[in-house]
């Protein structure tokens, strides 16, 4: 029997699928959390055939040594996992220290990690990149500002989503970005890009050992998550009903260069809404930044209902057998709205949900570690064509106040990029 370690399978919340299908496929499921036993999800508990609880998931001497327990109880480790971007170091530094050979090591982290170091990698897949700078002083960020023009984007170039993204359009604000640099994080890299007018498309997919595609899908995100973190907006994201073929071949290609295998990946490109010069033509794919790890938050669940399917089974058998069985149903667009808090909407969340509710598949609080990037209410809904989708948009976030003709018409420029031709996927 193969055993597995999960590292905190509680959270996202919905995680605990992936251990449900591992067990089911016969693997031994070990879990080490931070969060009380009694407190884990009845789910959950039913999922694991032991779980070990650490102070802090923060401290490696302690996860460590929970690692070692497992080892010693139940033999050789097969393999290690959080599906987590947070703890992607960490994972690989226990693969490393244990000698589980199953996934990267801490050898592997500069170029999924560092955006700056990613570049190279999307370059050999010949992939366009954004040009960059890496932040130093004022002279040298406004040489780089000469070249590429205002606005910029600054971001810690190993970070995590969109935290402590920031748009600079002004010296002004250049200045005061080095300020609160020097001030707050005077010891972390960031890098400073030339800011891209795009949406962001990605390809999210399950590779097998040999570094093979066996389930493939994407979402595209008309508004981005630094806008939606830094205006403390509403959120919109959908998985597209057909993987547009560039978006495929991009995914495939960054796959091989990056060296993937045995993994759940989430990749992001940039399509470009505009010609830019130094990048390419209106609707072009440019590298944006990968992610080892399936896609965040409800994600998996809403590719689920958009391909009528089970991701989870699908990685599970994928870590079990090599390959999978799981059918792949009919194609739908599913739609994920977040709704902020404190607006004045049109429709209540009672009229939502009796207009909608043969196609509502979601309807939660979302959870407050991920609220900033994804709002206060989520609502996931499914549709056979994009025009019931927009319609489907422009209720959920229409707004009574004065506002509400500024924000149709933003809704309505966000999502009329379209989408290009697709043509039936082949493995």
Known sequence: MQNFIFISPNFPTNYWQFCRELKNNGLNVLGIGDQPYEELKPELKASLNEYYKVNSLENYDEVYRAVAFF???YGRIDWLESNNEYWLERDAALRTDFHITSGFQTSDMPRIKYKSKMKEYYQKAGIATARYHMVDDLAGCKAFVAQVGYPVVVKPDNGVGASDTHRLSTDKELEEFLAYKEKEHPDVAYIMEEFVRAEVNSYDAIIDAHGNPIFEAGNVSPVSIMDIVNNDDNSIYYIIKDLPED???????????????????????????????????????????????????????????????????????????????????????CAFAGRRDGKSFVYSHEQLMQKYQDNMRMVDRIPEALSGAMGNQMYVATFSTRD????????????????????????????????????????
């Open 388 to 427: 019931e989708m927009e319609k489907f948009y422009s209720d959920v976030l229409a707004v009574t106040d004065a506002t509400n003709a500024k924000v149709q018409a933003e809704l309505t420029k966000v999502l009329a990029l379209g989408e290009p031709e697709t043509v039936k996927a082949e493995k």
């Open 71 to 73: 080892t010693f109880k």
């Open 247 to 333: 978006t495929r071949a991009a995914g495939r290609a960054a796959v091989k260069s990056f060296g993937v295998k045995s993994r759940f990946v989430h990749f992001e490109f940039f399509r470009m809404t505009e010609d830019q010069a130094s990048m390419g033509k209106k609707g072009q794919i440019v590298a944006l930044e990968v992610n080892m790890r399936p896609c965040g938050g409800f994600t998996p669940d809403m590719i689920d209902f958009a391909r009528s399917t089970n991701v989870y089974k699908i990685w599970a058998d994928m870590i079990a057998f090599g390959g999978t069985d799981m059918p792949v149903g009919e194609h739908y667009y």
